[in-house]
C-alpha cells in the first residue's frame, strides 16, 4: 500500500491494516444478512395428492333407549324382596321384586272361607227348592210357600258369585304383590329397598329396552339439510373414543331449538348391553357424501381470505403463487380436506401454515412427511 504524503512507512501499514479489519467484517457482515435476514424465509411444505374423501357433519349429544319403562306398584304395600339390581339384564315377566302377602294373603284365606260357606248354604237352598217343587205336583204345597223357596234359593246362588267374585279380587291383589318386567332391558334406576312403603304408581324400577339404543345428535342447523335418514354415521363414545362404532340415523326430529339454533338427528348404533350407559355422551360423525379421485391437501393449507379460501404453491423455482380453491370435504376429525383449483394439480407443493408471505417471493421449502395415505378414503365432514 503506498503511503500518504508526510506519513511513515509504519503509519501507513497500520492504516492498511485497519482498512483490511473493515473489510472483512462488511464481508462477514453480508455472509450472516445472506445466511439470515436475506436468506428466503423457510417454509413446510406438503404435496398435494388424489384420494376419496368422505364428508361428514358433527354433532354431540346422551346416549338413551327407544323404550323407558317405569315399574310401578299396582298396590299399596311394604317391599319384601328385591331381586335385581342397577345394570342387571332383567326378561320380560321376570319377577323384579315381591311386596309384603301376609295381609293379601290373609284376604285370599277370608275370601275362600265366605265362599265355602255361601255354596254349603247355596246346596241347603237347591235341595230345599227342588223338594218343594215335587210338593207343589202332589199338591201338599201351595205355590205361594213353594215361591219362597225358589227366592231363598235364588238368593243363595247369588251370594255364592258374590263370594267368588271377591274371592278373585284377592287373588288378584296378592299376584300384584309380585313387581314383573314389562320388556327385556337392564335397569337402569332402582328407587326402592326392601323394607319402603310404596303406594300404587309409585316408580320402583326404570327398565331401558336396549334392543334399540341411539343417541340425541345435536347438529347446527347450517348442516341439518344435507342429513338424510338412514345415512350412515360413526359413533364415539365419551370415554372410548378410540372404539368407534358404526351406526345409522334413525330420525331427524321435526322441531329445532330458536335458542340453540340446533336440531336433533337420533342415530341409532349397537353396543353389548353390559356396556349400555343411559345419558353417556357421545361424539357423531355424519357421512352426507363423498369426493371421490380428489385433491387432497392438508387442513393447515387453507388461507382464508374475505369469503374464498386459497392455497400457496410453490413454484419448481421456489417462488409463491396464490391459487383458489373450493372445499369439496371435510370433517372436524381429520387433517385433510378434498379441495378443487382450476391452477391446483397432483404434486403441487402447498404451504402449511402460511403466514406473511407475498406472491412472487422466493421460499425454502422444507417437505413434511404426509399424516395419510391418499390412496384410500378418509372420514371427512362437511361438504361445502
Given amino acids: 500500500m503506498r503511503t500518504a504524503p508526510g506519513e511513515s512507512p509504519h503509519q501507513g501499514a497500520r492504516r492498511g491494516l485497519r482498512i483490511g479489519i473493515v473489510l472483512l467484517v462488511l464481508a462477514v457482515i453480508v455472509v450472516l444478512l445472506r445466511l439470515t435476514v436475506l436468506r428466503p424465509p423457510r417454509v413446510s411444505v406438503a404435496t398435494v395428492q388424489r384420494g376419496n374423501v368422505a364428508a361428514e357433519v358433527e354433532g354431540s349429544g346422551t346416549v338413551t333407549a327407544d323404550a323407558l319403562a317405569n315399574i310401578a306398584a299396582k298396590i299399596t304395600g311394604r317391599v319384601d324382596h328385591v331381586f335385581v339390581e342397577e345394570g342387571d339384564s332383567v326378561s320380560k315377566n321376570q319377577i323384579v321384586a315381591t311386596l309384603d302377602q301376609d295381609g293379601l294373603r290373609h284376604q285370599v284365606a277370608v275370601a275362600q272361607a265366605r265362599l265355602d260357606a255361601a255354596r254349603v248354604s247355596a246346596e241347603q237352598r237347591q235341595r230345599e227348592w227342588i223338594r218343594e217343587k215335587k210338593l207343589v205336583v202332589s199338591g201338599s204345597v201351595g205355590v205361594e210357600e213353594a215361591q219362597q223357596y225358589r227366592e231363598r234359593n235364588a238368593v243363595a246362588q247369588s251370594a255364592v258369585r258374590v263370594a267368588a267374585a271377591e274371592l278373585g279380587k284377592a287373588t288378584y291383589e296378592l299376584s300384584l304383590a309380585q313387581i314383573p318386567a314389562l320388556s327385556d332391558g337392564i335397569v337402569t334406576q332402582r ?63 321435526p322441531r329445532a331449538d330458536a335458542a340453540t339454533e340446533e336440531t336433533v338427528a337420533e342415530v341409532s348404533f349397537s353396543i353389548p348391553a353390559d356396556q349400555f350407559q343411559l345419558g353417556q355422551w357421545a361424539n357423531v360423525y355424519i357421512r352426507t357424501g363423498e369426493a371421490k379421485d380428489a385433491l387432497v391437501v392438508p387442513q393447515m393449507a387453507l388461507t382464508p381470505m374475505g369469503n374464498a379460501l386459497f392455497v400457496w404453491v410453490v413454484g419448481a423455482d421456489h417462488t409463491l403463487h396464490r391459487i383458489r380453491v373450493t372445499v369439496l370435504a371435510r370433517s372436524p376429525r381429520s387433517s385433510k380436506v378434498a379441495v378443487a383449483g382450476d391452477d391446483l394439480h397432483a404434486g403441487d407443493r402447498v404451504v402449511l401454515m402460511p403466514m406473511g408471505l407475498k406472491p412472487g417471493e422466493s421460499v425454502h421449502p422444507e417437505p413434511v412427511k404426509a399424516a395419510m395415505p391418499m390412496g384410500t378414503s378418509m372420514g371427512m365432514g362437511m361438504a361445502q
Avoid: C
Fill in 191 to 253: 328407587w326402592v329397598v326392601p323394607g319402603a312403603s310404596v303406594v300404587a304408581g309409585q316408580p320402583m324400577f326404570t327398565i331401558a329396552d336396549t334392543h334399540l339404543i341411539y343417541v340425541d345428535t345435536f347438529v347446527d342447523q347450517n348442516v341439518t339439510g344435507r342429513i338424510r335418514k338412514g345415512e350412515t354415521a360413526t359413533v364415539m363414545l365419551r370415554g372410548r373414543e378410540h372404539q368407534p362404532l358404526p351406526g345409522h340415523v334413525l330420525r331427524i326430529r
